[in-house]
């Protein structure tokens, strides 16, 4: 299996920023598509934003101009810029790879 491992996540105030990184045991160019979800309670888990190997980027209408995805090549993670949060942000934010290979999440709480 593919390790993926979260961080970055943590309490931040409505308006601010965090940046979230995913690292993989793998090189990024084994795979076509990384990307983030997120689960709030009692929600379903829903895609953020991914990334293709080639570098196209797809965001949810919530997120877009907010967020930004990016990839690291030669540090084999995904990371995923949050600025302007909300507290709808709130959520535990899971890497993914190609559908197939998930971390453990890493717990985003925007409140004041």
């Known amino acids: 299996q593919v390790q993926l491992v979260e961080s970055g996540g943590g309490l931040v105030q409505p308006e601010g920023s965090l940046r979230l990184s995913c690292a993989a045991s793998?090189?990024?160019?084994?795979?076509?598509?990384m990307g983030w979800y997120r689960q709030a309670p009692g929600k379903e888990r829903e895609l953020v934003a991914t990334i293709t190997r080639g570098g196209s980027t797809n965001y949810a209408d919530s997120v877009k101009a907010r967020f930004t995805i990016s990839r690291d090549n030669v540090k084999n993670t995904v990371n995923l810029q949050m600025n302007s949060l909300k507290p709808e942000d709130t959520a535990v934010y899971y890497c993914?790879?190609?559908?197939?290979?998930w971390g453990k999440g890493t717990l985003v709480t925007v409140s004041s």
């Open positions: 993914n790879v190609d559908m197939a290979y």
């Open positions: 793998r090189s990024f160019f084994s795979f076509n598509t």
